[in-house]
């Protein structure tokens, strides 16, 4: 037996951005930089290892908006003539740079790496990312888990229990319906959690989440095992704290990983530098900058004379980077073995989109990391939440405090001066959403497409993403316009109900450009709604609290 377990977890989440009505969107385009960016290249180191007999595992959550948009067949083809446009912008820049010492042969690497892309999601995965991940969760490697529908931030939303619970069980549904097994984990997104919202993701047949650390710290019980073992809430949800040295190495800006001279620069793009003229169908047709993934310079240091960027040395340094991580977690495992009676597990939760946008050698590392512990498992054993519950099924019970892993580790970031004011309108919106279901159990026809496309709206509406945009102050028009469309499209729709007067044409419409959640029953927001659950989700819910009643009197 390994001395400890490390549990790796990579969040995946962007907002549902899809317009039909324009040509080239400037915001969808945050989709095709991660496909591109992140989730491809992810998807080449997870099969390269797997190809190899790695044994390898990780847990990956995948947003519900996410998978939709991965999904759609409109963005799906976007995505394909945007690669082809990238693909025939890379051969010109060969051929710019031929004579330009420390930029030609990472041109080179952009061509080859764009026509491999293009190549592999068109023919390899046809277009279908979310089947790749499927497949290799088939292959024993990955534990794919759910996120809340819209990615609605639940604690400033609780106002109106009903919409919470409404966030949960539709993206427990839509998981059960893309890959077709339930969703063991649920990450709370932005790991925003209040207490009661276990007994939301009981209902769902949820038996895991994750939280920051200061809420197993700052728990109901003190946590025996502080971080390093799950407590379980009164319903028996395990929860999962996230480890503060492992998160400093590499979410740190002042120490961590990602901001190493030897790495690519995010910042210096050639969507921003060269003519707009010369990048041609590659940049915005209004004219407007915008990232395009071709960057030639290093992190060099706080300076703004960059360096070249050198994709061998880059890589070595990913090789030690992976090697001082793994020496890292087997030390503290070490370490927590002295102090602990039991098996310690390390939980190191990050953002998907880290790894190959923001730090480009970010799937190398993780590649390397998780071939080190794979073939390596005496010391520190790589495990998914539900294999370590299932080897450690009795823990502590507990109710962890209120938290976030956002700005200062509680709401801040999603309430403040920039954005307060959307939250009478959601908690608004909610309720009326609640009455009408309430008043109309068994709509039919019109008005039933209607109410399911009001519960569409009001899920958009409730992204954490638009709170979020507002503080960053990056595209805040376009969050504040979202938010207004889907409230709007909301109480235009529950009207039209109250009136039994559905416009069918303007239902279309809104049906066509807000298209996610195909099976949606708005009946999910009645209080009565139960959810239709796997059998195996509800047998492995219910397992834990038979171990309660000996902990509680131990714990107190």
């Not at 998160?247 to 210096?268: C, I, K, L, M, T």
Request: overall charge negative.
């Amino acid at each position: 037996m390994s001395q400890g377990q490390l549990c790796m977890v990579l969040h995946a989440h962007l907002p549902f951005v899809r317009h039909p009505e324009h040509e080239d969107f400037f915001e969808e385009g945050w989709l095709h930089e991660a496909i591109l960016e992140s989730y491809i290249p992810l998807l080449w180191v997870l099969e390269g290892l797997a190809e190899r007999g790695v044994p390898y595992r990780i847990t990956f959550s995948l947003s519900p908006t996410l998978v939709a948009m991965l999904n759609d067949p409109l963005l799906r083809s976007r995505f394909l003539r945007r690669m082809e446009r990238l693909c025939e912008l890379t051969e010109r820049e060969v051929r710019r740079t031929r004579h330009v010492s420390g930029l030609y042969e990472t041109a080179l690497l952009y061509r080859a790496r764009f026509a491999r892309a293009r190549r592999d999601y068109e023919e390899h995965w046809q277009r279908d990312l979310a089947a790749a991940f499927r497949r290799l969760v088939d292959a024993g490697h990955v534990e794919l888990i759910t996120c809340a529908a819209t990615h609605g931030y639940l604690p400033l939303l609780n106002q109106n229990p009903l919409a919470v619970r409404a966030q949960v069980l539709v993206a427990v549904a839509e998981h059960q319906a893309c890959f077709g097994s339930p969703a063991q984990g649920l990450w709370l997104p932005e790991c925003g959690y209040t207490p009661g919202l276990d007994a939301v993701l009981h209902e769902a047949g949820i038996r895991y989440t994750f939280v920051e650390t200061h809420a197993i710290e700052h728990a109901s019980g003190p946590p025996h095992y502080s971080v390093y073992a799950p407590l379980y809430c009164p319903t028996g949800v395990a929860v999962f704290g996230r480890d503060p040295e492992s998160s400093r190495q590499v979410w740190s800006s002042a120490e961590g990983y990602p901001g190493d001279p030897d790495y690519r620069e995010y910042y210096r793009d050639i969507g921003f530098e060269l003519d707009l003229g010369y990048l041609g169908s590659c940049a915005h047709e209004l004219g407007i900058r915008r990232h395009l993934g071709i960057k030639y310079h290093r992190v060099t240091g706080i300076t703004e004379a960059k360096e070249p960027y050198v994709r061998a040395r880059a890589l070595a340094r990913a090789v030690e980077h992976a090697r001082a991580f793994c020496g890292s977690r087997r030390e503290q495992v070490e370490w927590l073995c002295v102090r602990m009676d039991r098996q310690p597990v390390v939980v190191t939760p990050y953002d998907a989109e880290l790894f190959g946008h923001w730090w480009f050698e970010g799937p190398e590392w993780l590649g390397h990391v998780l071939r080190d512990f794979a073939q390596s498992p005496e010391r520190l054993r790589l495990v998914t939440p539900s294999e370590y519950l299932a080897t450690h099924p009795t823990n502590q019970v507990a109710i962890p405090s209120p938290s976030s892993w956002g700005y200062r580790g509680y709401n801040e970031m999603w309430l403040n001066g920039h954005n307060d004011w959307i939250y009478p309108h959601l908690h608004e919106a909610a309720d009326r959403m609640v009455a009408v279901a309430a008043a109309r159990p068994r709509a039919v026809g019109f008005e039933r497409a209607a109410l399911n496309q009001a519960a569409r709206e009001l899920l958009l509406a409730q992204a954490s993403d638009w709170a979020f945009i507002m503080t960053q102050g990056t595209v805040v028009p376009y969050a504040v316009r979202r938010t207004k469309e889907h409230l709007s499209r909301l109480h235009r729709l529950i009207r039209m109900v109250e009136q039994h007067a559905v416009d069918a044409a303007e239902l279309a419409g809104i049906e066509a450009q807000d298209n996610l959640f195909p099976d949606i029953d708005y009946r999910v927001y009645r209080a009565d709604y139960e959810p239709r659950l796997a059998e195996h989700a509800l047998s492995q819910t219910h397992a834990e609290p038979a171990v309660r009643p000996w902990l509680q009197a131990k714990c107190g």
